[in-house]
């Protein structure tokens, strides 16, 4: 369980720059907990405080009902990979996990369960300067998982990471979630989140703009549609016409449901034996959901066609 | 609430955060890393070399340095490797990030540095202590016969060699505080040449006698006063030099303690 309470911290002198403003929030352990937002909104920020590395200029957060700090064994509380490359790379990635690893009287077998895991065996006696960008993320996740903590805390883990290396993670912090550990990982896609993440934290300029189940965001954002192809796509769109559906038609063939859901469609075409060739949620309407949450606090906006736009 | 609280799915463990633990992890991370060989060696190499060259082409030209002074003339080359060294265990951690990693293991902050500087001075004191009775016996192989031959057990021999050892430690000692404290190796070099090795030589072309006796008392001037079997020309007593020495090196740890309790990572 990680608890956040008016969380608060702005940064410089004269002009100080509010980083993280008044954020509160909870993450329930059994759950993976997506951190959302925009680059610059404040979730590395949130992480850096949650772990002690950064004093809250108000409010208070507390991991496993302490601060971070108050723990006699921290290792085996907090898991965390920061955002920032925290590594000696003059040094090897065992003995880096084994540095980590005496402060908490953790032994070598289980720095090596650690590197196993991650698939770095082969390359543990390596110095870290050589390493890829994944390969320093899966060292970072090593020692994150070192001290088999109920709590982890990843900022932007699926960073430089191969598809294999993506899904590698996404299943990682799954089966830590279903052992019934507290998992909080950061990203600023919606994608990602989307199909790792059971409930949702977003924030743009450190405030909170939603704390949500990512069912509901979906439900909630109103903008999902489903695609449909189907040989009688007129016969259909006029089944499906109601006063909460809008349908668009681009090509001929094919139609863009709003207001209903995939199942209703499917039930309705069977019901008046219409063959669907194709019949898809559209999750592409998440992004913009995102986006549309979180346009007006997005550090900066280009300009020229929106996305926005684009997308939909 | 409280129930959910506590995070139940970690099974409970042994391990535990330790000032022992703390202690084998700073000296793992010194030891594993290929700068901290390179720098002793070759801190070792120079003050062994520089001994060497002095006792063997020593000719009998009744120089007055003291015999421990002639043979470590070295060390204030060493100095400059092991006060290097100092600053990259602390400095070196910022410069590279892994003091996000350290700090998140030990979450109090403190041990970290003091863990550090302990390790620290246990292998810079026994280094130099070793190297500087190797290089005084070498030395004596050629010094034999000549206006400088002695014994280590003369009187005053093991004092001097070890009094040198503990003023290259303590002032490396102090490079290792200036690190923590500015959290930049080049910062922390030049930090060290500029306000232990340069200023006080500055200071001292002050035509003021109380700035000269100040200046005495400053790290490296009192650094001089040790190493010696004779007391060395314009410098205060011994164990004034060691004190000062020893207050320096605290006063600076302490400051860095107190900023390193407060800033952020």
């Given at each position: 369980m990680i608890r956040a309470h008016g969380l608060t911290k702005r940064y410089g002198g004269k002009r100080p720059k509010t980083a993280v403003d008044d954020l509160t929030f909870e993450v329930r352990p059994g759950t993976v907990t997506g951190f959302l937002g925009p680059n610059g909104a404040g979730k590395s920020t949130t992480m850096r405080m949650l772990l002690g590395l950064d004093a809250p200029t108000a409010g208070r957060c507390t991991v496993g009902g302490r601060?971070?700090?108050?723990?006699?064994a921290p290792l085996t509380q907090v898991g965390a990979l920061l955002e920032a490359r925290s590594i000696h790379p003059g040094r090897s990635a065992y003995h880096h996990l084994m540095a980590l690893a005496h402060t908490h009287g953790i032994p070598a077998s289980r720095v090596r369960d650690v590197l196993d895991t991650t698939g770095l065996t082969d390359v543990a006696g390596r110095r870290v300067k050589g390493f890829s960008l994944g390969m320093g993320q899966r060292l970072g996740i090593a020692a994150a998982l070192l001290g088999d903590p109920g709590t982890l805390i990843l900022d932007e883990?699926?960073?430089?990471?191969d598809p294999e290396g993506v899904l590698w993670i996404r299943n990682l912090l799954k089966a830590q979630a279903a052992e019934g550990r507290t998992v909080l990982v950061s990203s600023h896609l919606m994608s990602e989140m989307a199909v790792t993440a059971d409930h949702l934290i977003i924030i743009g300029r450190g405030r909170l703009l939603a704390d949500t189940t990512v069912e509901r965001f979906v439900r909630d954002s109103g903008t999902g549609s489903v695609k449909v192809v189907s040989p009688a796509a007129a016969h259909l769109s006029e089944l499906l016409a109601g006063p909460a559906v809008t349908i668009t038609s681009d090509t001929p063939g094919t139609l863009d449901v709003r207001g209903t859901d995939a199942e209703h469609i499917g039930r309705t075409a069977a019901a008046h034996a219409i063959p669907l060739f194709e019949l898809t949620p559209q999750t592409a309407s998440l992004e913009q959901a995102f986006m549309d949450l979180t346009h007006d606090s997005v550090e900066y906006v280009t300009s020229g066609p929106s996305l926005a736009g684009a997308a939909a | 609430m409280t129930t959910t609280d506590?995070?139940?799915?970690?099974?409970?463990?042994?391990?535990r955060l330790t000032p022992a633990g703390i202690l084998r992890s700073e000296w793992h991370k010194l030891w594993t890393l290929r700068t901290t060989w390179i720098t002793l060696l070759t801190a070792t190499a120079l003050v062994l070399a520089v001994g060497i060259t002095m006792g063997s082409t020593y000719d009998g030209d009744d120089s007055e340095v003291d015999t421990v002074v002639f043979v470590l003339f070295g060390t204030q080359l060493s100095q400059i490797c092991l006060a290097v060294l100092g600053i990259l265990v602390t400095a070196g951690e910022y410069a590279t990030g892994m003091i996000r990693a350290s700090l998140t293991a030990v979450p109090r902050r403190l041990p970290v540095l003091w863990s550090k500087a302990a390790v620290f001075t246990a292998v810079a004191f026994t280094l130099s202590l070793v190297t500087n009775v190797v290089t005084f016996l070498v030395a004596q192989i050629w010094l034999g016969g000549t206006d400088k031959e002695l014994a280590?057990?003369?009187?005053?021999v093991l004092g001097a060699l070890t009094g040198s050892a503990a003023a290259i430690t303590l002032l490396s000692l102090i490079a290792l505080g200036l690190g923590a404290l500015l959290r930049s190796v080049p910062g922390g070099i030049g930090a060290f040449v500029g306000a232990v090795l340069v200023l006080p030589e500055v200071l001292t072309t002050l035509p003021l006698d109380a700035v000269d006796t100040a200046v005495k008392y400053f790290p490296a001037q009192a650094s001089s006063?040790?190493?010696?079997?004779t007391r060395v020309e314009n410098t205060i007593a011994p164990g004034a030099g060691l004190l000062s020495l020893a207050l320096w090196a605290a006063a600076i740890l302490t400051t860095a303690a107190l900023l390193l309790r407060r800033r952020d990572v």
């Open positions: 601060a971070y700090t108050a723990h006699s883990p699926v960073n430089g990471l | 506590t995070t139940a799915a970690a099974p409970s463990q042994p391990y280590l057990t003369d009187p005053g006063s040790l190493g010696s079997i």
